[in-house]
């Protein structure tokens, strides 16, 4: 167990829908990473938090947003649902930013039907 | 040509075998990360190194600097260690993946 948690497991939706992904990192990291796993693109940065801010940001499309609470946990949420955003999305968190080890949480299966 | 470049894609070994995956990268990093993703889609980070060397039980992670290449080397491998072996490199605050080394270990 990592110790980042992410809700739901598995969600299966429709095209065109909204849904929110959730992440708790592990007690004491300040560091939120969205990643996205998809079977032809493998694993892809989305965008990262660092203390509530965003740091850093990577192939996240305009219908994606993301972003960190005070109490440090994240959401990712997804609009404009298409097929071709079904994958696994994983979160990640660190102590700090940049040169720490990560850890991630087990991701959200993504079905957009 | 990806920026993190990882080979064999796929490997397969009789138990016992001592395994060698690379990875080759072509942009700074601040480190290397190895990790490991099991058929449940789990992600487990192995390793993240900087310099040299280090070692975890019968898993090695070495990386070279100069030459921008790591590798990962399991020793006396066993079944359990069927996975995907995915490196992945710090650069500017993000990761950049590569696309695995998906390794099969028979018994």
């Known amino acids: 167990d990592s110790g980042v948690t992410q809700t739901p497991k598995h969600l299966i939706t429709a095209t065109g829908q909204r849904v929110t992904l959730r992440c708790s990192p592990r007690?004491?990291?300040?560091?939120v990473y969205w990643y996205q796993q998809s079977l032809d693109q493998g694993l892809q940065f989305l965008i990262q938090?660092?203390?509530?801010?965003?740091?850093a940001k990577g192939n996240i499309l305009e219908r994606f947003s993301a972003q960190q609470f005070p109490d440090l946990h994240s959401e990712l949420n997804l609009s404009s649902l298409e097929l071709g955003d079904s994958a696994l999305y994983f979160c990640?968190?660190?102590?700090?930013?940049?040169?720490?080890?990560?850890?991630f949480g087990q991701g959200t299966r993504l079905t957009v039907v | 040509k990806n920026e993190v470049e990882q080979s064999p894609q796929n490997l397969t070994a009789q138990e016992g075998e001592f395994i060698t995956i690379n990875c080759s990268y072509s942009?700074?990093?601040?480190?290397l990360h190895w990790l490991q993703q099991h058929p449940g889609g789990g992600i487990v980070s192995l390793f993240m190194?900087?310099?040299g060397k280090k070692k975890h039980g019968r898993l090695i992670a070495t990386i070279n600097i100069q030459e921008k290449h790591s590798s990962l080397h399991i020793t006396a491998s066993h079944p359990r260690d069927s996975a995907v072996y995915i490196c992945?490199?710090?650069?500017?605050?993000?990761?950049?993946f590569g696309t695995g080394t998906r390794l099969q270990v028979f018994p």
């Open positions: 990640a968190s660190s102590v700090v930013t940049g040169n720490t080890e990560a850890f």
């Open positions: 007690s004491g990291d300040l560091s």
């Open positions: 938090y660092y203390n509530g801010e965003e740091r």
């Open positions: 942009v700074g990093i601040s480190a």
């Open positions: 190194l900087s310099s």
């Open positions: 992945a490199v710090y650069n500017t605050d993000k990761l950049i």
